[in-house]
């Protein structure tokens, strides 16, 4: 997820059960450079990342959102508003 404006799955919903699995994984997010811009919107990808639940057809106990980033949120809502919605 990038910025608040251009947001896009890379690797949907995926059940990884074996080193298989995981391998596919890797290729597929090793298939795509990360983009040039440099903002960085953890609120963004809170609210895109929130809403993927709904689309998920899995069910869970818990739902986390773990994300990693290459500075701080910069563009968008403050994080804080958007985590604790």
Same mark, same amino acid.
């Given at each position: ?15 990884? @059960? ?12 090793? @298939?795509? @450079?990360?983009?040039? @811009? ?48």
């Amino acid at each position: 997820v990038h910025g608040t404006t251009w947001q896009h799955i890379i690797v949907p919903w995926t059940v990884i @059960a074996n080193r298989a699995d995981a391998e596919r994984v890797v290729e597929r997010l090793s @298939a795509h @450079a990360p983009n040039s @811009a440099r903002r960085t919107s953890i609120s963004g990808a809170l609210q895109f990342s929130s809403d993927l639940f709904a689309e998920s057809g899995f069910q869970g106990v818990k739902r986390v959102i773990d994300i990693s980033g290459d500075g701080p949120n910069n563009q968008g809502a403050p994080v804080d508003i958007i985590r604790d919605e």
